[in-house]
């Protein structure tokens, strides 16, 4: 797909969202933002000289996902990208992740993203064309300890991405998966949980990171028009990914090392 038009954005009020409803917007597309702290514009449409509009949706909601569905009937008569972005951080040692925290983690993070496919697919199917995009991460490729409910949820969004790829193919459709590794965005102020020296770490990762949100929308738009199944849209995270593809046992050393200092500092 070299060039889209009618795009949503779920999580689009901030953070990676924000980058990609800036960066489609400039080149032309017209944009609905959907984010909970959207509010909801009635009877507004983009237009090349306002190509951005802003909805409140909760990914959680499948009330949300059939109001957005109608808007883009309405407005647009199809949607070309539906791009899956909203998320919350979460993980933390496997005693301190409590129930509650992985029902909230896999009901954004994973659920999140089947609702909305589930709500668009048939339209793209229909059209026989158009593209999902999931932003995933780099723990749904690569498995740090300390990250258990977050891994296996990123892990489950890859796999469904690549599902849907193989599924949607026939009908023209598309899937792209985004892995990024540390950028800096505000996913960290939505961590919870009883980890907090481990919340203190990732934080400082994501802090001191030298991507920025928009590097990484400018790596995803370049994927996206390639018709890329996979993004992986920065240096470190391409290394990372390397390293446990091509030397298992050096991948398998660093991670338990990683490990090992964690116990350290509780020691």
Known sequence: MSRLSRVLVTGGASGLGAALVARFAERGDQVLSADLSDATVAGATATPERPVVRRRLDVTSEDDWAAAVAWVEDNWGGLDLLVNNAGVAGGGRLELTSIEDWHRIIDVNLLGVVRGTRAFVPMMKKQQSGRVVNTASLAGLVHPPGMGSYN??????????????????????????????????????????????????????????????????????????????????????RAAYALKLGDRGAYDAQMRATAARAKERDA
Do not use: W
């Open 152 to 237: 296996a949820v990123k892990a489950a969004v890859v796999a469904f991405s690549e599902t849907m790829s193989h599924e949607l193919a026939p009908y023209g459709v598309g899937c792209t998966a985004v892995c990024p590794s540390y950028f800096r965005t505000n996913l960290m102020s939505s961590m919870r949980g009883q980890d907090t020296a481990l919340a203190a770490q990732f934080t400082r990762l994501v802090e001191t990171s030298p991507i920025s949100a928009d590097d990484i929308a400018v790596a995803v738009l370049d994927g996206v028009d390639r018709g890329l199944d996979v993004v992986i849209p920065d240096e470190p995270a």
